[in-house]
């Protein structure tokens, strides 16, 4: 059954569905991303290192929270063990972050100015850290004095003005967080009762590569490893000054991308999505003496991919990985002939099932057909925009059938659940359903 399945809509993170299947496809369940330690030479007997150590990252979203259980400081301490188990005790220089990997602006250019704030909105960086996001606590203090806010991690890169005063237990809470654009600037504003509990939010960084390396240099130093210079951004001096011969001093590999790929799609998190089309693009062949740019060169990847599997070329236009931009469109037989190719034909069909998210379970699904014939059974892609709803996947049915399924919402105002809960309605029928759609 089809209605309109050739008709553009915009998908909003249904994109993620092409930009992952082409990962997996491309990169292989078994891809890893590597951070690498650099230095002139290898530290001395005494444990020296003479000269920068500079910090060459390729993407490795997994130095994260989310792949360590809350702890902001995990995927630094990993390499800094491993950058002190090879010998290091003083850097005599600076520690300096290489984002060279990538090429081309930070942001894609048709996202909104609104959506940078948050998290969802963070940029790409060769070197990022838990996310590119960092949590903002508000708390109140005593009346008539200004409020706690608290930035987590701890860092010295982040301004707070801070014009948010502590009211009486009567009034009402009213606070604003803002990021300022492009700058590591926090205004929080408003007034907030004594005795409440916290305000909880987070912001995305401006130059998270920066924040990386100077968190880098603190855990050095708490586990004994001493710098005498300062952690930054690579410079144009810095390049200049970059020795061809340089020595890996340490490594951190992150987890493979199969493990990846779900915490991208459960959640539905954007900058991962980025990354995985950027390196992509870095992966693939660029001509000599081109200067385009990572995200240029990963969507014709896709398209590439996509051309692979017999869809055609118009069958999606593509701005970029993620879908929070509203100039990607699709068509819904396109996002069903994927699911299809995924199921049947693809490489690596558990990798891809393994990363979807589960009706009633986990991820951008896990609040949505609990108690439902579609509960541990709907397994598939969420999107959501303003106006726009999505969601496609495999359901089985109560026969046992497995179906391919793809929904998408444009133009309808109001409430996000007034269009999911149409959705869902029609998944639920078709779990329940007992007869035969595909007749032997």
């Known amino acids: 059954y089809e209605v309109d399945s050739e008709k553009y809509f915009i998908p909003a993170s249904n994109m993620k569905n092409f930009t992952v299947a082409a990962a997996l496809e491309r990169l292989t369940p ?8 650099r230095a002139p030479s290898k530290p001395d007997a005494a444990g020296l290192i003479r000269g920068n150590m500079f910090v060459v990252g390729s993407g490795d979203i997994s130095i994260s929270t989310a792949f360590a259980a809350s702890n902001y400081y995990q995927g630094l301490d990993l390499l800094a063990e491993k950058i002190k188990a090879a010998g290091v005790k003083r850097i005599v220089g600076d520690i300096i972050a290489d984002q060279s990997y990538f090429r081309g602006f930070k942001l894609p250019p048709t996202w909104e100015w609104d ?6 909105g963070a940029e790409v960086s060769a070197l990022p850290l838990n996310d590119n996001a960092v949590d903002v606590k508000v708390s109140p203090g005593s009346v008539g004095n200004q409020c706690i806010v608290r930035i987590l991690p701890q860092n010295n890169l982040f301004r707070i003005i801070n014009k948010c005063m502590t009211s009486a237990n009567a009034a009402r809470r009213s606070i604003s967080v803002i990021k300022w654009p492009d700058q590591n600037v926090i205004e929080v504003i408003g007034t907030f009762p004594t005795g409440q509990s916290s305000f909880d939010t987070s912001v995305s960084v401006s130059s998270p590569a920066e924040l990386f390396v100077n968190l ?45 790929a779900a915490k991208t799609m459960k959640p539905s998190q954007n900058m991962y999505t980025e990354t995985l089309l950027w390196t992509l693009g870095e992966r693939s062949v660029r001509a000599p003496g081109a200067n385009t740019t990572s995200a240029n060169l990963g969507i014709n990847a896709v398209k590439e991919f996509l051309r692979g599997i017999g869809l055609p070329p118009d ?14 469109i699709v068509t819904p ?19 891809w099932r393994d990363s979807l998210t589960i009706g ?35 359901v089985t049915t109560a026969a046992g059938e497995q179906l391919v399924v793809s929904m998408i919402v444009n133009g309808v105002a109001g409430e996000t659940r007034q269009r999911t809960s149409v959705l869902d309605e029609i998944v639920v029928a078709l779990a329940n359903f007992n007869g035969r759609i595909d007749t032997p």
Request: hydrophobic share 40%.
């Open 30 to 37: 078994d891809f890893r991303f590597v951070t690498r330690v």
């Open 216 to 260: 880098l240099k603190d855990r050095l130093q708490k586990i004994g490893v001493e710098v005498s210079g300062r952690a930054h951004l690579m410079d144009e001096t810095d390049k200049m000054s970059v020795q061809p011969d340089l020595i890996d001093i340490a490594n951190l590999e992150s987890p493979p991308l199969a493990l990846i």
């Open 315 to 328: 069958a999606i236009v593509q701005y970029d990985g993620s879908g929070l931009s509203r100039h990607n």
């Open 360 to 394: 009633g379970v986990d991820g951008t699904l896990s609040r949505r057909f609990i108690g439902t014939a579609a509960a541990a059974n709907m397994r598939g892609k969420t999107g959501t925009l303003d106006q726009v709803s999505a969601l496609s996947g495999y």
């Open 115 to 120: 959506d940078l704030q948050g998290y969802y």
């Open 333 to 351: 037989s396109a996002v069903a002939a994927l699911y299809v190719h995924m199921a049947k034909q693809s490489k690596f069909p558990q990798a």
